[in-house]
């Protein structure tokens, strides 16, 4: 119950900021804390309903809660009600589905995000998921982009010959070199730069 009374004592104080900067004329802190007052007020909701918390989160953590427990029709309402551009909501989702390891969802996900494919390799790297990643990394237009997201997957052989359709490689390579710890590898960089030359 004091828990509760401290919550109603927070959206009190948060409602009386926003009235306060709406009478001094600070239109954008007054819509700031209402804001946050509307975030606090979908968190109590959300609470009551999945009896899990959510108050605190940031609004990025909500929505990133919900899509990872699977509740997508609040996340979606959510992406509405609090304008959350669609390119945030694409990271935020990808980053929610790779944490709870669901990848077959991520794929489906993937041709319907509008955030090209870094993004998806990116979260599969970071959650160890190689093959993953490199189904990702394969489609990605830009070769240099392409050759670093290969290293970081740690797939040196792709990163080799992707560096080699780049015209002018000295400075990927010099990337590739300082990220690699496999003294081949550095070998074969250092030819490849020596090459372009």
Known sequence: ???ASNDEIKERRIAEAAATFGLAGDSFSSKATGEELELIKEQ???ENKLKIPFIGLSLNET???CIA???DSIANDMKSRFKISSKRFAWIK???LA???QWDTLRKY???AGVGYKPFAEACIEHHKKEEALEYIKRIEQPEERALLYARADAWEEALATVTKIKQPQEIVWKLKSAC???QMQQALQEIARNAN
């Open 181 to 183: 710890n496999n003294p």
């Open 1 to 3: 119950a004091n828990s």
């Open 69 to 71: 427990i699977g509740q």
């Open 110 to 112: 993937c041709s319907s």
């Open 44 to 46: 109590h909701t959300l």
């Open 99 to 101: 944490e709870v390891g």
């Open 63 to 65: 929505v990133h809660k």
């Open 94 to 96: 990808i980053k929610a």
